[in-house]
């Protein structure tokens, strides 16, 4: 029994060893690899090992083979590419520059003063005890106060008449319609004072 175990390892390494006889044998016309066949292969015995044409291996069925490896590698030509330079045309241009000068002109704006006519005085005007007509003087007063305003003055008119607030708004309105008479677009406002006993109209311009 122990010379059979013994005989068992010794039979698979002959049978091992046969196959791969058997393999090389099969397969000498194996198509060498080129790349490995001109720089580093194996013969076609399999084991020896070298570089040139007479070492290689290729497939054979789809299976790896050693080969005579006696084929040719393909000559190598070295290929030098051309090379084409080009200098392109550089054009410079130059634009003209032109400079135009303008005329100047100078304008001169005429300046105007204008200076603001002065404020009258405050002035009174004076009626009878219970009277509100205009006196030959009263006129004069206003005639010559109207000569001192000017369109768009604004002017207040107050009324005096003791206890009695029509007479009082009268003789205002009175005054009030002989200066709007004599200057057009005035601004009048009017005023009733009935605590005092003065019988008269006092004539106050708030601008001018």
Not at 67 to 78: D, S
Not at 123 to 136: A, D, H, Q, R
């Amino acid at each position: 029994m122990s010379q059979r175990k013994r005989l068992v390892p010794g039979v698979i390494a002959l049978s091992l060893v046969a196959g791969i006889a058997v393999s090389i044998i099969e397969t000498q016309g194996a198509q060498a690899d080129y790349t490995h066949a001109c720089n580093f292969g194996y013969a076609s015995d399999g084991v020896t090992s070298g570089t040139g044409s007479a070492y290689g291996y290729g497939y054979l069925n789809g299976v790896l083979t050693y080969g005579a490896g006696n084929q040719v590698c393909p000559p190598t030509t070295p290929t030098t590419a051309a090379t084409t330079t080009t200098t392109a045309a550089t054009t410079t241009t130059t634009a003209a520059t032109t400079t135009t000068t303008g005329a100047t002109t100078t304008t001169t704006a005429a300046t105007t003063t204008t200076t603001a006519p002065a404020i009258p005085p405050t002035f009174f005007i004076s009626f009878t005890k219970t009277g509100y007509s205009l006196s030959s003087n009263a006129q004069s007063q206003i005639a010559a106060y109207a000569n001192q305003l000017v369109s768009g003055a604004v002017v207040h008119i107050v009324g005096y008449a003791k206890n009695n607030p029509f007479l009082a708004r009268q003789r205002a309105v009175t005054v009030g319609q002989a200066i709007e008479a004599a200057v057009s677009g005035l601004h009048v406002s009017i005023t009733v004072v009935t605590t005092s006993g003065a019988s008269a109209v006092a004539v106050v311009t708030v601008s001018n």
